[in-house]
């Protein structure tokens, strides 16, 4: 593995979000925000604060569980390093992994597509990925997460991709997609990464805590986006505040 160049956290949350835009959750602000999804200026700390409550609506309570000394960067991976890659355990992945997460054994079982039911179906349209990710390249953005290059990697968004292009072979995978790093010394204390019941608690009552808090933190942002102040990347979890400065802002 090799580290290519530091990547910003708002250049992750642009990937991240353009990778999720197509979503439903983001329908009724597609025509608005699309531009600034699609072509981000970094400069523009106005556009910055709205693709960071964009993303925060549908993906704010994985972020908040990455440690705060979490580094980006943007790797190349080589094919000893698909040996270190593991799902996140949710949803099919689980009944695909029985307990074993890690992308070698996934895409072993896959390829076997011993399965029944909505598991049967998820497989298929992972290989039906596959095939067309052979056909073409994709230079779109996977995130994982680790402690560092020496641990093993969690895929944090991506996971379908990854899996897809691995069942063509380890070679390909390293050659397609943009890999983007979050390295930090403390990511075992998240969820994400190391799944266990401390974790799970810690994430549970950030989930109650931010739950509670929602109405203040709104009003926070208000407050930050109406100053145009540089702490508005810190916080913006809703997008309406964000929304109305930048309707302005395209207005002027």
């Not at 990511?187 to 009552?205: F, I, V």
Request: aromatic share 10%.
């Amino acid at each position: 593995m090799k580290r290519v160049e530091r990547i910003s956290e708002t250049e992750v949350i642009a990937e991240f979000l353009r990778n999720e835009f197509y979503q439903s959750d983001f329908h009724r602000d597609r025509d608005k925000f699309e531009r600034i999804v699609l072509n981000p200026d970094f400069t523009d700390e106005l556009e910055n604060a709205v693709r960071r409550a964009l993303l925060f609506r549908r993906r704010g309570h994985m972020w908040r569980e990455l440690p705060a000394d979490t580094e980006w960067w943007r790797i190349q991976l080589e094919p000893q390093d698909v040996e270190r890659i593991r799902v996140f355990p949710r949803a099919h992945w689980r009944k695909i992994g029985d307990g074993n997460f890690q992308l070698t054994e996934i895409a072993r079982r896959i390829r076997g597509n011993h399965f029944n039911g909505s598991v049967r179906d998820f497989v298929s349209k992972i290989q039906a990925l596959s095939y067309r990710l052979r056909q073409e390249n994709d230079n779109s953005a996977v995130l994982l997460i680790g402690i560092d290059e020496n641990y093993p990697l969690t895929i944090l968004e991506g996971n379908h991709r990854v899996c897809a292009a691995l069942l063509a072979s380890p070679e390909h995978l390293c050659r397609q997609f943009r890999v983007l790093v979050g390295f930090s010394p403390h990511m075992r204390n998240s969820c994400w990464y190391e799944t266990n019941w401390q974790t799970l608690w810690h994430y549970l009552k950030n989930r109650v805590r931010n739950f509670d808090n929602r109405e203040a933190d709104v009003a926070l942002a208000r407050a930050l986006v109406s100053a145009r102040a540089p702490a508005v990347v810190a916080s913006a979890p809703d997008v309406s505040a964000e929304s109305a400065a930048f309707e302005s802002k395209q207005a002027s």
